[in-house]
């Protein structure tokens, strides 16, 4: 049974950091993609970042996190994380992982999704 499980979420002020955790079972993240997804409130769900498990390709990251996110595994823990850091009042989402076949911006594209985990940056 695949299941993904997204945790780390928090409140925090504009400028801090957080580190969001994907926990994997059911299956092996070397033989998938693994992607970071978010839902702020009223608007569409979007592609933060992504990596393949195979190391086949950089990793991806949306232009509006360029630089202040990173996204990193430990295969050995079937786990994927991403590190938020200069974090902006826009970045106030529910942050979701989720498992696919290759990255893709699409979110129906990604067959497995885990329950979000709430991020929210205050001034």
């Known amino acids: 049974d695949v299941q993904l499980q997204a945790s780390g979420g928090g409140e925090v002020q504009a400028g801090g950091s957080l580190r969001l955790s994907c926990e994997l079972s059911g299956f092996y993240f070397d033989d998938y993609a693994i992607g970071w997804f978010r839902q702020a409130p009223g608007k569409e769900r979007e592609a933060v970042s992504c990596i393949k498990g195979s190391n086949d390709g950089s990793p991806y990251y949306a232009d509006s996190v360029k630089g202040r996110f990173t996204i990193s595994s430990v295969s050995a823990q079937n786990m994927v994380y991403l590190q938020m850091n200069s974090l902006k009042i826009d970045d106030t989402a529910v942050y979701y992982c989720?498992?696919?076949?290759?990255?893709?911006?699409?979110?129906?594209?990604?067959?497995?999704w885990g329950r979000g985990t709430l991020v929210t940056v205050s001034s």
């Open positions: 989720a498992a696919g076949v290759t990255c893709s911006y699409h979110p129906t594209d990604l067959h497995s």
